[in-house]
């Protein structure tokens, strides 16, 4: 994907799935050479709307000592019209030294696209940014579940060995429930735990900083070793799937059941083809699927990668099928179990 170790984007490619087609969409344009234009994209979201949310770090050269050249930013576009709507820009005060602003996930209720609700993850410094559509401001959020664990911080994979304190991570939106609200589940790259909060405590800022004991973890550890989490998502059931990046696999958990390892699934693995899994997303189809990324992003970072190898893919599984006959089935009774079967992953 990139010939050289600096993340530049000087373009913004995506695709349309229709029927079957894909069309490349590519306007350059957009795109000249100063902060005006994307410098280094992570991740993306397409909302219910049909925009695009585009997340840019504003950081290049990673593979050395990343540096900020431009501000992180949201770029908003109309998948309709192919045209940039909005272009948020983050004030200073939500910009720590040596920030990362690396994913992004947007809350759309009652298909109202003038108040959508995104929310940032700042995976080196340990945040939640919080950007309301419709006031077109935001907010920081920090809290020590954020923050990496120690602990989970050693990484091996296929016989690298490195140490990452990444924060803040992998974060989903289940449906909404009851009470007109969403769950916010969310983990640290360098944690084996799920934590999740309700998106209410996010009205502003005054009532996050004051709720701070209604972010909870969730459950158990999803392994003793090797429980690091990627990318997450939900779908519309209620199923979260998401990336084991160091154990070359994908796994899912049917929200409604416990957080332990005998409730979680895994719906794919491959020591070749999903080598680190980094990406997760699922589409607004009524019957959906859900698409992945691996890139092999270890042997990038450290030399290893072999160019002459396939690096990077992209797969697609509709969503009832991967689930079906695993414990993330919704109509999979869990029976009961031992105790101690959550010590052995």
């Known amino acids: 994907m990139f010939s050289q170790k600096k993340f530049f984007a000087k373009n913004l490619i995506y695709f349309k799935f229709i029927k079957s087609i894909i069309t490349k969409y590519c306007s350059f344009s957009l795109f000249p050479d100063n902060c005006e234009s994307l410098t280094s994209v992570f991740r993306v979201q397409v909302d219910e709307c049909n925009r695009l949310w585009v997340l840019d770090s504003g950081k290049i050269e990673f593979a050395k000592r990343s540096k900020q050249v431009c501000p992180p930013a949201i770029f908003i576009f109309d998948l309709r019209t192919d045209t940039l709507i909005r272009k948020y820009i983050l004030p200073d005060e939500q910009i720590k030294e040596d920030s990362l602003y690396i994913n992004i996930v947007v809350d759309i209720r009652n298909n109202d696209c003038g108040s959508a609700v995104a929310y940032l993850a700042d995976v080196w410094r340990y ?22 664990d120690p602990l989970a911080s050693r990484y091996e994979l296929h ?22 609200d969403r769950t916010l589940f969310f983990h640290p790259m360098s944690s084996f735990r799920e934590f999740a909060v309700s998106t209410s ?32 998502v939900i779908d519309k059931n209620g199923v979260m ?6 154990r070359d696999s994908v796994w899912c958990w049917d929200t409604r059941k416990e957080y332990i390892p005998q409730n979680l699934g895994v719906i794919g693995t491959s ?7 980094n990406d ?31 690096n990077y893919r992209v797969f697609k ?11 993330c089935d919704p109509n999979y009774v869990v029976p009961d179990s031992d105790p101690g079967l959550d010590d052995t992953c």
């Open 317 to 327: 599984a509709n969503v009832k099928e991967a689930v079906r006959d695993t414990v």
């Open 280 to 310: 997760i997303k699922v589409d607004h189809e009524s019957d959906q699927n859900v698409w992945l990324l691996s890139n092999r992003l270890p042997m990038y970072l450290y030399g290893t990668l072999n160019s002459a190898n396939i």
């Open 241 to 246: 799937f998401f990336n084991m990046a160091t």
């Open 271 to 277: 020591n070749e083809s999903l080598v680190f899994p």
């Open 201 to 232: 405590v996010f009205r502003d800022k005054r009532t996050a900083d004051s709720n701070t004991e209604k972010f909870m973890p969730v459950g158990k550890p999803r392994a003793k070793d090797y429980g690091h989490s990627s990318g997450s």
């Open 159 to 180: 016989s690298i060995k490195f140490q990452w304190t990444d924060g803040i991570f992998g974060m989903a939106l289940s449906p909404v429930d009851i009470h007109n």
């Open 127 to 148: 945040g939640i940014v919080v950007y309301d559509f419709f006031k077109d401001s935001a907010f920081r959020v920090e809290h020590h579940f954020f923050y990496p």
